[in-house]
């Protein structure tokens, strides 16, 4: 059984600083492209950042150079290190695992519940 649980939102000051974190359990973690994805109120669920097994690293234009994936195999714990926020970035983040692609469309096997993360 898969889980995926998020932690590390939370409320901020724009230009503040937060880390997201993601503890996944049961299945080989490094094998996995693994994402973070938020939603806004009134906004479709959209990619923050996503990470290959192998390293490479994707980021979505708004939010790079300010945020950072990483992920700790021997943790099975992924993060999101998030500088210089926003107002727009307040959303709930999602931590996403195993991506596969339907018709070309990216996929993930399987979602945490979400984290809130507000900035004001």
């Known amino acids: 059984h898969v889980q995926l649980v998020e932690s590390g939102g939370g409320s901020v000051q724009a230009g503040g600083s937060l880390r997201l974190s993601c503890s996944v359990s049961?299945?080989?973690?490094?094998?996995?492209?693994m994402g973070w994805y938020r939603q806004a109120p009134g906004k479709e669920r959209e990619l923050v950042s996503s990470?290959?097994?192998?390293?490479?690293?994707i980021y979505a234009d708004s939010v790079k150079g300010r945020f950072t994936i990483s992920q700790d195999n021997a943790k099975n714990t992924l993060y999101l290190q998030m500088n210089s926020l926003k107002t727009e970035d307040t959303a709930v983040y999602y931590c996403?695992?195993?991506?596969?692609?339907?018709?070309?469309?990216?996929?993930?096997?399987?979602w945490g519940r979400g984290t809130q993360v507000t900035v004001s």
């Open positions: 049961g299945y080989i973690f490094s094998s996995c492209t």
């Open positions: 990470i290959d097994s192998d390293g490479t690293t």
């Open positions: 996403a695992a195993c991506r596969y692609y339907v018709y070309g469309v990216p996929q993930y096997s399987n």
